[in-house]
């Protein structure tokens, strides 16, 4: 035998289910303890993409309250954008036409906007429901259906074309209000929370 050979270690999850020493139900245990870390990793994300429409919501407030009280118009919010994106290079989100629809939240939104359904959409989905929706209740009854079922945005855009609030003929529901998972709404605000926590830039607005 070689003296040099070092024999190796055996990891336990290796081993048979036969003289592992480990007791009845240990694998399932390790499943559930995965499930329960992969749910923490989700919620805390959904969390900052909480955040960040909590930013945008704020931003749009401070420029609309300096707009009113100073009468100043579009050049300025351009020159607004153009100073975020040098201070942040590496943050998506300020564009000139993204500060107009975060003045356009802040104007549609109160106070509460954290604890709304909308809140726990994806940004590109809020767009849509700006641009779309004319209403108040309009907006909260595809924001809430959304949320519930996790809409993608192109689904959301074609219920909204479709008139769903109108064939249901019903108050906005007052469902529990949480993204499935494994939704393409939770995928993409997901990605949206991922980019912002490591700075970096997407396509688009």
Known sequence: M???????????????????????????????????????????????????????WSIGRTILERQRGEKWGTKVVDRIATELRTEFPNQWGFSTRNLQYMQQLARIRGEQFAQQAAAQLPWGHLQLLMDKCKTRFERDFYAQHAVHHGWSRDHLGSMVHNDLHLAEGAAANNFDVTLPAGSDAVRRALRAARLLRLGRRRPGP
């Open 2 to 56: 070689d003296s040099n050979t070092t024999p190796k270690a055996v990891v336990p999850a290796q081993q048979g289910s036969g003289g592992s020493g480990l007791p009845p139900g240990f694998h399932e245990m390790i499943d559930d303890l995965k499930a329960i870390v992969r749910g923490a990793h989700v919620r805390a994300q959904l969390k900052v993409n909480t955040e960040m429409l909590q930013m945008y």
